[in-house]
């Protein structure tokens, strides 16, 4: 009995949900308004939270609801008409299948346009190493060089992908149509913050741009954060405020797979801002292994982590879902292993593509990777929906951190970023560049003591 109290006691330590058991707590009005309480602005001479509103997402058969919790009490919007088939259906045909589709989309196009054929009349298509077998309905089998395939296929999934995008302007203004978001707004006087938590495919739509009779986007007129559910809200709020004073602040995980043009400049930038020390900064497939990318989260015991690199999700598997590491992958269902958990990580940049993209229709909440770090510990993080460029995201990375560095709270440096990026011109661009090139230079002229510190901490790690 001892030997399974002792391992009972460490589970709770690590899960006391999966330990005990526990149910889901009662919903009382006041636990709801403690979720508005937001502790990066606990300084302020305000009353925390008083500024701030919950909106949650709900769609039934017939009408989709939105509930609006401030400090004042709840209301209630409706979209009238705008239930499950007429939204939700509608979302996931026009915006979530056309874009899960892209890459077999492209494979097949790629095919047909080197065998000369239409797309139907493609059976299966078969890589091999040097080649591509393409095994047309009829019965004949054609061979296309693997490097043309590659090409091709590249070339068919940009052009899909814009397709993709350029529809983004009328989808987003439509469904801001649906919601009647401007009437919503009438209801959030005196509010700058608001926490949504949205429902089904409500949760693969850029929130935050939908756009406003005024010109503006719900994100100019708003802070915006989104919570994958009040659930996990509530989870996230009850994580330790006042993290260790001696663990190291920053880690950085980048470029796992040597692809990435900017990404390596950025974080170099970004690891001289912070003092990232040499043995938390891993750089490339060589240094960033699953194993030392867990060893910052679990046994280094970082603050905050800055992961630059490759994700896939899947959206029929979602716990198959993964981030792309140097030697092996770490996955979603890993990250919501009891073992691995890390209650001191307050921030989390996932500068990675589809960190928030999952496919809601399995379950109430959604599982992806930004929920499965949320799970296991970390308090704040920063997403993406789809598939990011390289430069784009360099850029708002760069503002960001430059942001919090001057320690501005994570949502607020967060939304200043995106406002520079979205009226960034190409004088702000090269004044940015100046500046990042002089941090730059400063850098490499300490660049000899940089690396003697590396070297020691690399023969620590052996």
Same mark, same amino acid.
């Given at each position: 009995?001892?030997?399974?109290?002792?391992?009972?006691?460490?589970?709770?330590?690590?899960?006391?949900?999966?330990?005990?058991?526990?149910?889901?707590?009662?919903?009382?009005?006041?636990?709801?308004?403690?979720?508005?309480?937001?502790?990066?602005?606990?300084?302020?001479?305000?009353?925390?939270?008083?500024?701030?509103?919950?909106?949650?997402?709900?769609?039934?058969?017939?009408?989709?609801?939105?509930?609006?919790?401030?400090?004042?009490?709840?209301?209630?919007?409706?979209?009238?008409?705008?239930?499950?088939?007429?939204?939700?259906?509608?979302?996931?045909?026009?915006?979530?299948?056309?874009?899960?589709?892209?890459?077999?989309?492209?494979?097949?196009?790629?095919?047909?346009?080197?065998?000369?054929?239409?797309?139907?009349?493609?059976?299966?298509?078969?890589?091999?190493?040097?080649?591509?077998?393409?095994?047309?309905?009829?019965?004949?089998?054609?061979?296309?060089?693997?490097?043309?395939?590659?090409?091709?296929?590249?070339?068919?999934?940009?052009?899909?992908?814009?397709?993709?995008?350029?529809?983004?302007?009328?989808?987003?203004?439509?469904?801001?149509?649906?919601?009647?978001?401007?009437?919503?707004?009438?209801?959030?006087?005196?509010?700058?913050?608001?926490?949504?938590?949205?429902?089904?495919?409500?949760?693969?739509?850029?929130?935050?741009?939908?756009?406003?009779?005024?010109?503006?986007?719900?994100?100019?007129?708003?802070?915006?954060?989104?919570?994958?559910?009040?659930?996990?809200?509530?989870?996230?709020?009850?994580?330790?405020?006042?993290?260790?004073?001696?663990?190291?602040?920053?880690?950085?995980?980048?470029?796992?797979?040597?692809?990435?043009?900017?990404?390596?400049?950025?974080?170099?930038?970004?690891?001289?801002?912070?003092?990232? +020390?040499?043995?938390?900064?891993?750089?490339?497939? =060589?240094?960033? !292994?699953? @194993? *030392?990318?867990? $060893?910052? /989260?679990?046994? &280094?015991?970082?603050?905050?982590?800055?992961?630059?690199?490759?994700?896939?999700?899947?959206?029929?598997?979602?716990?198959?879902?993964?981030?792309?590491?140097?030697?092996?992958?770490?996955?979603?269902?890993?990250?919501?292993?009891?073992?691995?958990?890390?209650?001191?990580?307050?921030?989390?940049?996932?500068?990675?593509?589809?960190?928030?993209?999952?496919?809601?229709?399995?379950?109430?909440?959604?599982?992806?990777?930004?929920?499965?770090?949320?799970?296991?510990?970390?308090?704040?993080?920063?997403?993406?929906?789809?598939?990011?460029?390289?430069?784009?995201?360099?850029?708002?990375?760069?503002?960001?951190?430059?942001?919090?560095?001057?320690?501005?709270?994570?949502?607020? +440096?967060?939304?200043?970023?995106?406002?520079?990026? =979205?009226?960034? !011109?190409? @004088? *702000?661009?090269? $004044?940015? /560049?100046?500046? &990042?090139?002089?941090?730059?230079?400063?850098?490499?002229?300490?660049?000899?003591?940089?690396?003697?510190?590396?070297?020691?901490?690399?023969?620590?790690?052996?």
């Amino acid at each position: 009995m001892e030997g399974k109290r002792e391992i009972w006691e460490k589970m709770r330590w690590l899960y006391p949900v999966l330990a005990e058991g526990i149910r889901s707590p009662g919903v009382s009005m006041e636990r709801m308004k403690e979720l508005l309480k937001i502790r990066q602005q606990a300084t302020d001479n305000r009353q925390q939270g008083e500024d701030v509103a919950l909106l949650s997402f709900y769609t039934t058969d017939d009408e989709t609801y939105i509930f609006i919790l401030t400090q004042a009490g709840v209301k209630l919007h409706r979209c009238q008409e705008q239930g499950y088939k007429n939204l939700q259906v509608w979302l996931a045909e026009n915006w979530l299948i056309p874009y899960s589709k892209i890459d077999d989309l492209a494979v097949f196009e790629a095919c047909a346009i080197l065998v000369e054929c239409e797309i139907d009349a493609i059976e299966s298509i078969n890589p091999k190493p040097g080649n591509v077998v393409v095994k047309l309905t009829d019965d004949t089998e054609k061979e296309i060089s693997l490097a043309q395939f590659n090409e091709s296929r590249k070339q068919q999934k940009q052009e899909l992908y814009k397709q993709w995008q350029d529809k983004m302007e009328g989808m987003l203004k439509e469904l801001a149509d649906r919601l009647e978001i401007n009437k919503l707004i009438e209801q959030l006087t005196d509010i700058k913050e608001i926490i949504l938590a949205p429902f089904m495919h409500l949760h693969q739509i850029p929130l935050p741009a939908l756009p406003l009779d005024n010109g503006q986007y719900l994100g100019d007129k708003f802070r915006v954060r989104i919570a994958p559910s009040t659930q996990v809200l509530t989870f996230c709020q009850k994580q330790p405020q006042n993290p260790e004073a001696n663990l190291p602040c920053y880690g950085i995980v980048e470029n796992t797979r040597d692809d990435l043009l900017y990404t390596p400049i950025l974080w170099e930038l970004v690891a001289q801002i912070y003092g990232v +020390a040499p043995q938390h900064h891993l750089k490339g497939s =060589k240094k960033a !292994t699953k @194993a *030392k990318y867990k $060893e910052l /989260l679990t046994k &280094a015991r970082v603050l905050g982590l800055l992961s630059s690199h490759h994700a896939k999700s899947n959206l029929t598997e979602p716990l198959e879902s993964r981030l792309l590491l140097g030697d092996t992958d770490l996955t979603l269902g890993e990250l919501l292993n009891p073992s691995i958990r890390f209650p001191q990580l307050v921030d989390l940049f996932l500068s990675c593509c589809e960190t928030a993209l999952g496919n809601s229709e399995l379950t109430d909440d959604i599982f992806t990777l930004r929920a499965a770090f949320l799970s296991a510990g970390a308090s704040n993080v920063i997403s993406s929906l789809w598939a990011v460029n390289d430069l784009a995201t360099t850029i708002l990375s760069f503002f960001f951190h430059c942001n919090r560095a001057e320690g501005i709270p994570s949502a607020d +440096a967060l939304w200043q970023a995106q406002m520079e990026l =979205k009226e960034l !011109t190409l @004088a *702000k661009a090269e $004044e940015s /560049l100046e500046n &990042a090139e002089a941090v730059l230079e400063e850098f490499v002229e300490g660049a000899k003591e940089y690396e003697e510190k590396e070297k020691i901490a690399d023969i620590s790690d052996l």
